[in-house]
C-alpha cells in the first residue's frame, strides 16, 4: 500500500511538471531559466543512455563483429599494415631486378663497361642538369667516361670522389655531344638547352632531317662512343639567310625516373 502511495506522488508530481511546462509555453515562450532545476534529473537520465549505448557500441566492435577482443583486433590491424609494407617491398624489388637487368646485359655487350651505379640525388634547382650516383673512384670511375641506360645516352662524369660521382646531363646548356643524324648521316653538335631537351646544332640547310630521325652520338668528340642513341628530332626548322637549320632533340631516356646508370669509359 505505500509504495502505490509512493508511485501516485511521484505520477502526479511529473503531471504538474509538464502542465507548468505546457502553460508557460502557451503564455509567450518558455523561459527555461525558471524550470533549470526540473531539467537536471533529465539530463542525468540522458547521460547516462548515452553512455550506455557507447558502451554496447564498443562491445559490439570489439566482440561482436570482430569476434575477438581489442586486443586482438589491434593485432590483426598491425599484421595487415606489415604485409602491405612487404608487399610495397617485394614490388619495388622486382622493379629494380628488372632495371638493372637490362643494365648487365650491357656488359657483355660492350668492352667499355665499367660499373653500374644508382642514382641518390638530383640537383634540387633548375640552373644545372645533373644526376649524384654512388659509385666513385673506388670503383674505377673517372672524369668524363660516359653515363648510359639500356635505352640511350645519358650524359659524362664532370665530378668524381671516392665513393660518388657528379653525371652532366646532356639536357644541361654546358653540356655537348659530336652527334649524327642516323638515315641522313648528317653531323652536328648536340647542346643542351636546360629545359630538358637539347638542340643539334651546325647541321646545314641542305641536309636532309626529318621529324622522328633517331640521333646517336657520332664519336667526334673523343667522349662519347659511336653509335650510342641519344633521342629523336621533334621539330626542325629552315631560315632564310642562316647557313645551319634548327633541331630540336629529344633525349630518349627520362632523366626525371631513371634510378640505375651503367658507366663506360672512354
Not at 67 to 77: I, S
Not at 84 to 105: G, M, P, S, V
Request: net charge neutral; proline share 2%; charged share 25%.
Amino acid at each position: 500500500m505505500f509504495l502505490k502511495k509512493k508511485f501516485f506522488i511521484f505520477i502526479t508530481f511529473i503531471l504538474l511538471i509538464f502542465a507548468a511546462l505546457t502553460y508557460q509555453t502557451m503564455r509567450g515562450g518558455f523561459n527555461a531559466s525558471g524550470f533549470a532545476f526540473l531539467n537536471y534529473p533529465f539530463k542525468i537520465i540522458g547521460q547516462g543512455i548515452s553512455t550506455t549505448i557507447r558502451g554496447i557500441k564498443n562491445f559490439y566492435m570489439d566482440y561482436i563483429l570482430f569476434g575477438c577482443n581489442a586486443d586482438e583486433h589491434r593485432r590483426l590491424n598491425e599484421r595487415i599494415k606489415k604485409v602491405e609494407q612487404e608487399k610495397n617491398q617485394c614490388i619495388e624489388a622486382k622493379h629494380e631486378n628488372e632495371r638493372l637487368r637490362t643494365l648487365l646485359e650491357l656488359k657483355p655487350q660492350r668492352t667499355d663497361y665499367i660499373t653500374s651505379a644508382d642514382v641518390f640525388a638530383r640537383d634540387p634547382t633548375n640552373w644545372f642538369h645533373i644526376l649524384w650516383i654512388n659509385k666513385g673512384k673506388a670503383d674505377r670511375v673517372a672524369k668524363d667516361m660516359v653515363a648510359v641506360t639500356s635505352l640511350g645516352v645519358v650524359g659524362r662524369i664532370y665530378r668524381v670522389f671516392n665513393d660518388s660521382a657528379a653525371i652532366l646531363l646532356i639536357t644541361d646548356v654546358n653540356s655537348s655531344v659530336a652527334a649524327r643524324i642516323q638515315s641522313s648521316r648528317a653531323e652536328g653538335i648536340l647542346e643542351g638547352s636546360g629545359n630538358g631537351k637539347c638542340y643539334l646544332r651546325y647541321v646545314s640547310q641542305d641536309a636532309e632531317v626529318e621529324v622522328d630521325d633517331v640521333v646517336i652520338t657520332s664519336g667526334l668528340d673523343g667522349i662519347y662512343p659511336e653509335g650510342l642513341e641519344i633521342g629523336h628530332v621533334t621539330d626542325t626548322g629552315k631560315k632564310d639567310g642562316e647557313f645551319f637549320q634548327v633541331i630540336e632533340v629529344e633525349p630518349v631516356e627520362n632523366f626525371k625516373t631513371m634510378e640505375e646508370v651503367a658507366i663506360l669509359r672512354r
